[in-house]
């Protein structure tokens, strides 16, 4: 997906141990976003930026926290992973107003055990 | 609030059938609408929007989707299904009155098409 770039693509946790996801765009868009996907749940919205050093509550906040401190990077931090946050993590950006609406990467496969 | 609801968790099709995905949702005001479709282990893509103007809304691979203000509805369809149609669909909602609230997604349908 042109844009927006994430890494790691793959990641295997134990319970307890901290990472930090990160999202990369080249779009110069003020939004980004983090959402989560599991079966059954569709993308639930973790936390999202409305532009530089800005960070907003989702529907799915807890036990995440993000950064937001160049433009071009929004950052997923899990502090103490727990097996409930075994999931597929995909970073958005852009704006409904925008005429694509959103832009996705390709997604961060997370497994914690 | 805003929300979208995809009553079909799978939807089955043949070849070459007319397919048909439902979407209800809702939200104060207006509302802007998106389809997008995820293929295995990819990102959502863009397949269609609708802001104003006309109900029914053209997008790629030759899907449209039939937006219906009384019902809160906005399906999506193809007059004809292929195999390679096959993936996840999420319908998505934001409101002309949300400011910078972000699109809420619906739980997703597969879409399975058989040859």
């Known amino acids: 997906n042109a844009g927006v770039t994430q890494t790691p693509k793959f990641r295997v946790l134990k319970t307890g141990q901290s990472m930090t996801l990160l999202c990369a765009q080249d779009?110069?868009?003020?939004?980004m976003y983090w959402y989560r996907q599991d079966p059954g749940m569709g993308l639930r919205l973790i936390h999202y930026s409305v532009g530089e050093g800005t960070t907003a509550k989702g529907e799915v906040p807890d036990g995440y926290n993000v950064s937001r401190l160049k433009k071009q990077n929004f950052l997923l931090g899990l502090e103490s992973a727990a097996p409930s946050q075994t999931s597929v993590y995909f970073c958005?950006?852009?704006?409904?107003?925008?005429?694509?609406?959103?832009?996705f990467g390709s997604g961060t496969r997370l497994t914690v055990v | 609030a805003q929300s979208v609801a995809q009553p079909e968790d799978q939807v089955n099709v043949a070849e070459g059938n007319p397919l048909t995905v439902k979407c209800t949702y809702s939200v104060s005001g207006n509302p802007y609408l998106f389809w997008y479709v995820q293929y295995p282990n990819r990102g959502l893509q863009f397949l269609l929007k609708y802001i104003t103007g006309d109900n029914l809304v053209k997008g790629s691979y030759g899907f449209e989707a039939e937006f219906n203000k009384s019902q809160t509805s906005f399906h999506l369809k193809k007059p004809s299904a292929l195999v390679s149609d096959s993936a996840l669909y999420f319908c998505?909602?934001?409101?002309?009155?949300?400011?910078?609230?972000?699109?809420?997604f619906g739980k997703g349908t597969r879409l399975s098409v058989i040859a």
């Open positions: 779009m110069n868009h003020e939004y």
């Open positions: 998505a909602v934001s409101g002309f009155k949300s400011g910078n609230t972000p699109l809420v």
């Open positions: 958005a950006i852009g704006n409904h107003r925008d005429r694509k609406g959103y832009t």
